[in-house]
């Protein structure tokens, strides 16, 4: 049976969306096309994994109506061209999307195909393609049981997030070694998201640059700058005296999951779902965009003990930094707040998706 999964444009969609093709290669009898957008990180993402792959034009939706709707007619006409093509060609029996403005032009030709149609929606609350879609698919799958008042459609299960098979291999294993960092010493982790976050970058560096001594000389940081900002927030902790390593992305980042202390992240659904698997409190900070779905996830995670949410625009880098170093000063509130954390993990998530996908709806 020849499947479709339909992801792109974000590591939040395409990190889900591989644990579920993983997940489902391991019957013989399947066959996987996983279709994303034309961006460098969907295929960078994508290049190590064995799929056929097929890539459409970066398409974003517009808000409104703007100089920039035409040009969003226009590709989304080309992409509906390759799309009948594609699907006429390969002629999945299952397509499933993953979100964004990939998935949304090939679910909707699916289904008129007759291919069993399923969206899975990692954010709390919906995007505007999966609203769309929500009348049009044939089953919902949600990374939260919250979603479900987000939608009409009368099939809604509830999977989790999935997660990529790295990260639920030995967690609870801390290795230093890989990051040539100490054990003993409080590990802060910092990452804007897949694609990097370049305010959210200055306004942590500059809040640890800042911490006080005694909290600093026990503080060690892992920080994942995304391409723009590498070079320039390498420099900066080197001239500051901050024991950091640096990288532009990391492939298998559970290996900095597992020495975290305490993380500062974008609230993407795959990063927060990620952390409470390896039971790590964090500091999110979403978007600032005011039509974002990472505030409602953030704000959830706070409202369960397991996370601090900050908006941006009301934060600056000493706020930050008070912030930090109380909570390096208060074990025992990490130590809950990481309890809590892990109790909204869902480790089974990509098997729950499949037996959803393949009609074996777990209960």
Do not use: W
Request: aromatic share 8%; with cysteine.
């Amino acid at each position: 049976m020849k499947i479709f999964v339909v992801a792109g444009g974000s590591g939040g969609h395409i990190f889900p969306a591989i644990a579920l093709a993983d997940e489902l290669c391991s019957q013989s009898a399947i066959e996987i096309v996983f279709v994303a957008s034309r961006r460098r990180l969907d295929k960078k993402i994508l290049k190590e994994k064995n799929y056929k792959k097929i890539f459409l034009s970066v398409n974003p939706m517009p808000y409104g109506l703007n100089l920039r709707a035409p040009l969003f007619l226009m590709k989304l006409l080309f992409d509906f061209v390759i799309a009948v093509v594609i699907l006429v060609k390969e002629k999945p029996k299952v397509v499933v999307g993953f979100g964004g403005y990939t998935a949304g032009t090939v679910l909707m030709l699916a289904k008129i195909l007759g291919a069993r149609t399923f969206v899975h929606e990692q954010n709390l609350v919906p995007g505007r393609a999966n609203r769309i879609l929500d009348k049009i698919v044939d089953c919902i799958c949600v990374s939260f049981r919250e979603s479900r008042k987000y939608f009409k459609n009368p099939n809604i299960v509830f999977t989790g997030n999935p997660l990529r098979q790295s990260m639920t291999q030995q967690y609870k294993v801390r290795e230093y070694d890989d990051f040539n960092l100490k054990a003993g010493k409080f590990t802060l982790l910092v990452m804007g998201g897949s694609q990097g976050a370049r305010s959210l970058n200055r306004l942590a560096q500059e809040a640890i640059s800042c911490l006080s001594i005694d909290v600093s000389e026990n503080l060690q940081v892992v920080h994942i700058t995304g391409e723009k900002d590498f070079e320039a927030i390498s420099l900066n902790y080197r001239e500051k005296g901050v024991h950091a390593k640096v990288f532009s992305f990391i492939d298998d980042i559970h290996r900095a999951y597992k020495i975290t202390d305490l993380a500062i992240s974008r609230s993407g659904a795959s990063a927060i779902f990620e952390l409470s698997l390896y039971q790590r409190p964090m500091v999110l900070v979403p978007y600032p965009f005011k039509k974002n779905n990472q505030r409602f996830n953030a704000e959830f995670f706070e409202q369960c003990g397991a996370a601090i949410c900050r908006e941006e625009d009301t934060l600056d880098a000493a706020n930050l930094c008070d912030l930090i170093g109380s909570l390096v000063r208060d074990p025992e509130r990490l130590r809950k707040m990481g309890e809590n954390a892990r109790k909204l993990s869902c480790s089974d998530a990509a098997l729950r998706l499949k037996a959803a996908v393949m009609g074996e709806v777990l209960n």
